[in-house]
């Protein structure tokens, strides 16, 4: 193989590898950013106004954690065309 050839076979090879390391960091850059935004901010709002976003204090008292589903009975025509 020529020397030519060889070398735009590797330079090809290069410009790869150096477009999915940049691609690498650059993605890296935006979840970080998307992640501390979104749930660090969330996070914040939340603790501000004291909301729990999930309960994890058990209760001794409670016999089940179930939590019934309140829906409002429709009348059965209603269901046929939804949408």
Same mark, same amino acid.
Not at 56 to 72: F, G, H, R, V
């Given at each position: @193989?020529?020397? $030519?050839?060889?070398? !735009?076979?590797? @330079?090809?090879? $290069?410009?790869?590898? !150096?477009g999915e390391d940049i691609?690498?960091?650059v993605n890296s850059a935006l979840l970080t950013v998307v992640y501390l935004l979104g749930v660090g901010?969330?996070?914040?709002i939340g603790r501000l106004f004291r909301k729990s976003f999930l309960d994890?204090?058990?209760?001794?008292?409670?016999?089940?954690?179930?939590?019934?589903?309140?829906?409002?009975n429709k009348n059965i025509e209603e269901y046929y065309r939804q949408f």
């Open positions: @193989m020529s020397n $030519g050839k060889q070398f !735009f076979i590797n @330079m090809k090879k $290069g410009q790869k590898d !150096f691609a690498r960091l901010l969330t996070s914040v994890l204090k058990p209760d001794k008292n409670k016999k089940s954690y179930w939590e019934d589903l309140e829906l409002n």
